[in-house]
Each structure stands twice: as structure tokens, then as C-alpha cells.
């Protein structure tokens, strides 16, 4: 039976957690108060008695936390150093976000030897591409839906905050109401956005396959054309395929 292993990231406003079995998701999850304390993340531990963890960390300086961790259970960092089961032609790997590393592990292990991008709906749109002979090409960051809303309210004089719901019924196409006008230039634009994206994507990567995971996935996904697929742990997937790939490369 292959051995639990465990995954985790520190993001930007939450810790998340998830543990595999070999390459099969047991359990996902988040941190009930946002981040997690040696209590919270001992309770995982004695249930599932993980082998080895992986932790991406972008959420600052949490030196006591990750000191008792690594008491624990033998854990790898996760940063530009770290040895990848792809290669990359991205210009500044130094500079390559801890999130887009896992996020084109994720989709390598999801797709081999096919030509796949990873799109994450979050904060911010992100494409990341990795090519049918397994080399990471980079991709593209652009605003996220809220991030946008946010963006027209606060560089204008009267447009006001609107709030999202997440629902794709909730965005029209042609809006009848300032509200509405916004909601269609932020979702169903972000949704054009990305159709119009994907179909230049194919024409340079014939028989390229698109997976998308992220909060605001599903609601854009449905306002989409294009075929795609919803990987909702995929970021997970990665860190737990970066994690097997450097336990094999020590044996």
C-alpha cells in the first residue's frame, strides 16, 4: 500500500491542507481559523500519519509553526531551488510564484505527454503552459473578477463596490443596470476573456487540454465555449506530485 503523504499551502489569506495516498486524494481541507496552530495541524497528522509533507508557503515568516512541523514529519519546502518533475523555460524561475509551480504539476501529472494548461480563477487569472514534451513555457497573469469590480470602484469617482455572489446566472451578458453592467464587464468579459485565450492557445499546442481550478472556476466555466475541465484540488495534485517526484529521486 503506498504511504500517506501530506500537502500543504500557506496562502495569502488561508492555510489549506490535503492528503494523498500515493497519488489518490484522501481528504482536502482548510484551517477552521484561517491559519493553523500545532493543535490544528496535529489533529491531521495522528489521523493519517503521513510519510512525508510538502509546503508551499507564501503567507510570511512562521518560524515556531513550521519548526515544530518539521518534529513532526519529514517536510520539503517548496521555493525556486526545489527539483521539479518538469523543465522549464521561464526566463525568471526565481521569480515564478509557488502557486503556478504546483498549479503545472498538477496539470503534467493530470495530462503526460500532451501539451496542458493549468488556468487558475482566484484572486488573480493565471495561465500556465506546459508543453506536450513536458517543459513549462510560462503563461500569462491577469486581474480576477473581484479584483476587477474592485478596480473599477476604486479608479473611478462614482462607480460603486459591487459584491459577487460566485453564481454565473448572476452576470448577464448585456446589463441593464450599473450593477449589472459591471458584473458583465468583470465575469462574463473574464469568461470571454478566456475563450478567446484558449483558442489562440490551441491554434500554437494542437490537442491541448485546459484544466481549470480556483474559487471562481465553475461560475466562468459555465459562461465559457470552450471545453474545459474542473480540477478543483489541482494545486494540491502538484505539490503532492513535486513531493513523490523528490522522495523517488532520493531512493
Known amino acids: ?6 500537502a500543504l499551502d500557506f496562502g495569502n489569506t488561508r492555510d489549506k491542507y490535503a492528503v494523498f495516498q500515493g497519488h489518490v486524494l484522501l ?9 493553523f496552530d500545532p493543535s490544528s495541524l496535529g ?22 509553526l513550521l519548526s ?18 518538469f523543465s522549464s523555460a521561464y526566463e525568471t524561475p ?19 505527454e500532451q ?37 473599477m470602484h476604486t479608479f473611478t469617482a462614482r462607480l460603486p463596490l459591487v459584491e459577487w455572489n460566485g453564481q454565473a446566472e448572476e452576470a448577464p451578458l448585456i446589463g441593464r ?23 489562440r492557445y490551441r491554434q500554437e499546442n494542437p490537442g491541448l487540454v485546459a484544466l481549470l481550478t480556483g474559487g471562481d472556476g ?3 466555466a459555465a459562461s465559457m465555449k470552450n471545453r474545459i475541465f474542473a480540477v478543483p484540488h489541482l494545486l494540491m495534485e502538484g505539490l503532492n506530485k513535486i513531493l513523490i517526484y523528490n522522495v523517488l529521486q532520493r531512493n
Not at 1 to 6: R, S
Open 177 to 199: 443596470s450599473t450593477r449589472d453592467c459591471l458584473l458583465a464587464g468583470a465575469v462574463t468579459a473574464a469568461a470571454a476573456e478566456l475563450d478567446g485565450l484558449l483558442d
Open 68 to 85: 515544530w512541523l518539521e518534529k513532526q514529519v519529514a517536510v520539503l519546502p517548496l521555493h525556486a531551488a526545489t527539483p521539479l518533475p
Open 1 to 6: 500500500m503506498p504511504p500517506n503523504y501530506l
Open 94 to 112: 526565481q521569480t515564478l510564484g509557488n502557486d503556478r509551480i504546483a498549479l503545472a504539476a498538477g496539470a503534467l501529472h493530470r495530462a503526460p
Open 115 to 151: 501539451a496542458v494548461l493549468a488556468i487558475d480563477a482566484g484572486t488573480c487569472l493565471t495561465l500556465d503552459l506546459v508543453d506536450a514534451q513536458g517543459v513549462y513555457q510560462g503563461g500569462l497573469i491577469a486581474p480576477g473578477v473581484r479584483m476587477r469590480l474592485q478596480a
Open 43 to 64: 489533529h491531521i497528522l495522528a489521523r493519517f500519519r503521513p510519510e512525508q509533507a510538502v509546503l508551499s508557503n507564501t503567507a510570511g515568516e512562521r518560524h515556531d
Open 218 to 220: 465553475p461560475a466562468l
Open 27 to 35: 481528504e482536502a481541507g482548510a484551517a477552521d481559523e484561517l491559519r
